[in-house]
């Protein structure tokens, strides 16, 4: 049996002309779980018995269990008990732009970062589209409010979970359902170009990530196990091909480690690496973990590699700092509670 958030409206008509019934019941479906967010199909008003007898066989309406939930000022922090016990994590941040989740893609993930929380506890599983379309309505039901914007950039890899994050993204840009706008979800990747190579021909119109967070290859694969495979100039060539084809500005994430990768001929390294490419440099103060020996960089450490990439003429921002009292840095709050 379907968790019927997994399915996409044109899932739903599908099954819907292959039971014989009329397409647009489809439509009526996602009002009452999108719109008018009901809890069980016997609240679909508008739907015949006998339709809702054929949903109830073939699909269930279970939600994620939502057990552990951290809070300040600007972030809410969630840990979510899915059905086989698995825990994942999502962050919900206020901007004065509206409100953003972090969604996790994967329980756990196989990239290995060595400063990554996540990567730590190896992948257990792919998420399912429905336990990630769950993240978003279990946390707005539970704070009352409507999330804008989407980052996948929770525990996971989400180009190593592509056909279930693909479904996903189809399930809540609908504007028959969640409707949140391609320019308002972020996918964010450690850089599998393969992966970005078909996803660069889909019509998705979402933003794209790359966690880059080294200016050559050596310092790459130090701290990112996947730069042995995919290197820095496979990534460049290939994000130049997706500006080339989407004619979409592209993200470069960027970690700031102290005395790692924060020197000023990181910053000129960079900036020679990204010259006359559309992009723009999201600057990250590293999250610090217990398990992890890697430190924060300081304050004028980050400005002095602004600054460098600023005079280069680079777009560049310093990301605002969310819940690192929390633990909010991906996979940690998961990690904690798996040591308990
Ligand atoms: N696997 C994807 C998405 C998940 S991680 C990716 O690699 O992009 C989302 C972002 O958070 C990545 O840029 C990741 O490198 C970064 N990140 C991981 N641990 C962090 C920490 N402790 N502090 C700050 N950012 C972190």
Redesign the pocket.
């Given at each position: 049996m379907h968790n019927i958030y997994g399915l996409s409206l044109k899932d739903l008509e599908d099954y819907f002309i292959k039971k014989g019934e009329k397409k647009f019941k489809a439509e009526q479906v996602f009002m009452w779980l999108y719109k008018n967010r009901v809890n069980s199909f016997d609240e679909f008003s508008n739907i015949k018995k006998e339709t809702i007898e054929l949903l109830k066989q073939d699909f269930n309406m279970d939600k994620l269990q939502i057990i552990k939930k951290l809070e300040d000022d600007s972030t809410v922090k969630y840990l979510f008990n899915l059905s086989d016990k698995n825990k994942i994590e999502a962050v919900l941040m206020r901007h004065d732009y509206g409100n953003s989740l972090c969604v996790s893609s994967q329980v756990g993930?196989n990239?290995g970062?060595s400063?990554?929380?996540?990567g730590r506890l190896k992948k257990v599983r792919d998420l399912k589209a429905y336990e990630m379309v769950l993240q978003i309505l279990e946390i707005e039901e539970d704070l009352n409010l409507r999330i804008s914007h989407v980052v996948?950039?929770?525990i996971?890899?989400?180009l190593d979970n592509y056909d279930n994050v693909m479904k996903f993204i189809d399930i809540i840009n609908s504007n028959k359902g969640i409707n949140i706008g391609s320019r308002h979800i972020t996918i964010?990747?450690?850089g599998l170009v393969p992966k970005i190579k078909e996803f660069m021909k889909t019509d998705k119109q979402v933003n794209l990530?790359i966690?880059l967070?080294a200016s050559n290859d050596e310092l790459r694969s130090k701290l990112m196990k996947i730069n042995k495979v995919y290197k820095i100039s496979d990534i460049i060539e290939v994000i130049k091909e997706y500006i080339k084809v989407t004619n979409r500005r592209v993200t470069f994430?960027y970690?700031m480690l102290k005395d790692v990768n924060d020197k000023v001929e990181n910053a000129i390294e960079l900036a020679n690496l990204l010259k006359g490419i559309n992009c723009y440099v999201n600057l990250?103060p590293?999250?610090e973990?217990s398990h992890i020996e890697y430190k924060k960089s300081s304050k004028e450490q980050i400005m002095k590699f602004y600054d460098i990439l600023k005079k280069n003429n680079i777009n560049v921002t310093v990301r605002k700092e969310f819940g690192s009292n929390l633990k909010a840095?991906?996979g940690q709050l998961r990690s904690l509670y798996m040591e308990e």
């Amino acid at each position: 049996m379907h968790n019927i958030y997994g399915l996409s409206l044109k899932d739903l008509e599908d099954y819907f002309i292959k039971k014989g019934e009329k397409k647009f019941k489809a439509e009526q479906v996602f009002m009452w779980l999108y719109k008018n967010r009901v809890n069980s199909f016997d609240e679909f008003s508008n739907i015949k018995k006998e339709t809702i007898e054929l949903l109830k066989q073939d699909f269930n309406m279970d939600k994620l269990q939502i057990i552990k939930k951290l809070e300040d000022d600007s972030t809410v922090k969630y840990l979510f008990n899915l059905s086989d016990k698995n825990k994942i994590e999502a962050v919900l941040m206020r901007h004065d732009y509206g409100n953003s989740l972090c969604v996790s893609s994967q329980v756990g993930c196989n990239m290995g970062c060595s400063f990554c929380e996540s990567g730590r506890l190896k992948k257990v599983r792919d998420l399912k589209a429905y336990e990630m379309v769950l993240q978003i309505l279990e946390i707005e039901e539970d704070l009352n409010l409507r999330i804008s914007h989407v980052v996948l950039m929770g525990i996971g890899e989400p180009l190593d979970n592509y056909d279930n994050v693909m479904k996903f993204i189809d399930i809540i840009n609908s504007n028959k359902g969640i409707n949140i706008g391609s320019r308002h979800i972020t996918i964010s990747t450690c850089g599998l170009v393969p992966k970005i190579k078909e996803f660069m021909k889909t019509d998705k119109q979402v933003n794209l990530a790359i966690s880059l967070h080294a200016s050559n290859d050596e310092l790459r694969s130090k701290l990112m196990k996947i730069n042995k495979v995919y290197k820095i100039s496979d990534i460049i060539e290939v994000i130049k091909e997706y500006i080339k084809v989407t004619n979409r500005r592209v993200t470069f994430e960027y970690i700031m480690l102290k005395d790692v990768n924060d020197k000023v001929e990181n910053a000129i390294e960079l900036a020679n690496l990204l010259k006359g490419i559309n992009c723009y440099v999201n600057l990250i103060p590293y999250n610090e973990t217990s398990h992890i020996e890697y430190k924060k960089s300081s304050k004028e450490q980050i400005m002095k590699f602004y600054d460098i990439l600023k005079k280069n003429n680079i777009n560049v921002t310093v990301r605002k700092e969310f819940g690192s009292n929390l633990k909010a840095a991906c996979g940690q709050l998961r990690s904690l509670y798996m040591e308990e």
